[in-house]
């Protein structure tokens, strides 16, 4: 059984940062894709951020290229997200996700990715 800790949100102002943490535990981690997704108040799950087996194959929304950065740490099970400059429209529970098959390359749909995390809330106020 696959389980997955977010750990990392919270209430920030607009343009603090945060990192985010997600602990997988239940099998061997490191050979398969993880992502983030978000779903704010109102709308669907979107995806953020995913990666690859190792650091070098990263994939992110155009919403925030260049401004999140995503990277994990097999010795530990962990994936990041790190965020700066975080505005309000980041404001979202942000969740992690593990794919069940070890693709080379990370997919950015949710139907890529089996296993889920309960999310951590992380909102930024005006």
């Known amino acids: 059984q696959v389980q997955l800790v977010e750990s990392g949100g919270g209430l920030v102002q607009a343009g603090d940062s945060l990192r985010l943490s997600c602990v997988a535990s239940?099998?061997?981690?490191?050979?398969?894709?993880m992502g983030w997704f978000r779903q704010a108040p109102g709308k669907e799950r979107e995806f953020v951020a995913a990666?690859?087996?190792?650091?070098?194959?990263?994939t992110y929304a155009d919403s925030v290229k260049g401004r999140f950065t995503i990277s994990r740490d097999n010795a530990k099970n962990t994936v990041y997200l790190q965020m700066p400059s975080l505005k309000p429209e980041d404001t979202a529970v942000y969740s992690c996700?593990?794919?069940?098959?070890?693709?080379?390359?990370?997919?950015?749909?949710?139907?890529?990715?089996?296993?889920w995390g309960q999310g951590t809330q992380v909102t930024v106020s005006s």
């Open positions: 990666i690859g087996r190792s650091d070098t194959i990263t």
């Open positions: 996700a593990a794919a069940s098959i070890a693709y080379l390359r990370p997919g950015s749909r949710i139907s890529d990715y089996r296993y």
């Open positions: 239940g099998r061997t981690f490191s050979i398969y894709p």
